[in-house]
């Protein structure tokens, strides 16, 4: 960059939804010229690779509306705040999700998952040590827990079968690290 920098202008809320809020910020760009950008605020997410005793890794396969069809991917969900920490919530989904708990997870990196537009961070955890418990899934979630070999997992990622960033990011991180 030039030495020059960017300026918000203002800020201005469109939508508060229930997973993120929508905003247009006006830009005041380096070369002087105005700009709207837009803007989404998510409060962070937690996602987890949770492996078996066998070695197999627990997914879950789910209807994903903005693509409109099932998707195959590691658990995860959003923070219950910005305080909420991620480790936490990371086991809140795990067993949520899957029915499996643990005692602690191992952080494996932390993912923005599409930085143009949207300040979403979630950090992945891998999770070992399981102990079979109760799935609790909320009221409008509705998902298949499948257990996979990891080899297995890695195909579908290189064909192209599994396209969801944090699942790539976990799997590839997890393999790298515990393989």
């Not at 300026?7 to 910020?25: F, H, M, P, S």
């Not at 002087?32 to 066998?54: R, S, T, Y």
Request: some cysteine; aromatic content about 8%.
């Amino acid at each position: 960059m030039s030495g020059k920098s960017y300026e918000r202008v203002l800020r201005t809320l469109i939508r508060k939804g229930a997973i993120i809020d929508y905003y247009v910020d006006h830009m005041k760009l380096e070369n002087g010229m105005e700009e709207d950008f837009d803007f989404i605020d998510h409060k962070g997410a937690a996602a987890v690779v949770p492996q078996l005793p066998d070695g197999r890794i627990l997914m879950v396969r789910q209807y994903r509306n903005a693509l409109d069809r099932e998707t195959l991917e590691i658990p995860a969900g959003g923070r219950t705040s910005r305080e909420e920490p991620t480790d936490l919530a990371a086991m809140r989904e795990l067993e949520e999700e899957t029915g499996y708990r643990c005692d602690k997870v191992e952080k494996l990196l932390s993912f923005r998952s599409t930085v143009a537009f949207c300040n979403e961070l979630i950090d992945i955890y891998a999770a070992r040590d399981l102990v079979r418990g109760e799935q609790h899934l909320d009221p409008d979630e509705f998902l298949n827990v499948e257990a996979h070999d990891l080899d297995e997992l890695l195909e579908m990622i290189y064909s192209g079968t599994i396209e969801d960033g944090k699942t790539i990011a976990g799997l590839l991180a997890f393999a790298r690290k515990y393989c």
